[in-house]
């Protein structure tokens, strides 16, 4: 194996039904514009409220990116 260099970025996802529907949001679209994503670790979870009731889950993930080295990018 060689060695590699990582990214580690971090995002919030959203969703009106599930934390993991919210962490696969935000994986499943940063996907959409960053390539070869290899781990997503849910940091912390949280609830948005509205009179008493929960109105949104919130999933907040540290996700890492490879660096391509023959490409030179993320």
């Not at 993930?61 to 030179?72: C, P």
Request: proline residues 0%; hydrophobic residues 40%; without cysteine.
């Amino acid at each position: 194996m060689s060695d590699s260099v990582y990214k580690i970025i971090e995002l919030v996802g959203t969703s009106t039904k599930s934390w993991e529907d919210a962490a696969r949001n935000a994986v499943e679209t940063a996907g959409k514009t960053l390539v070869d994503l290899r781990i997503a670790e849910v940091s912390k979870l949280d609830m948005k409220m509205e009179n008493g009731k929960v109105t949104a889950y919130r999933a907040r993930i540290s996700l890492s990116i490879k660096y391509d080295t023959e490409v030179k990018k993320w």
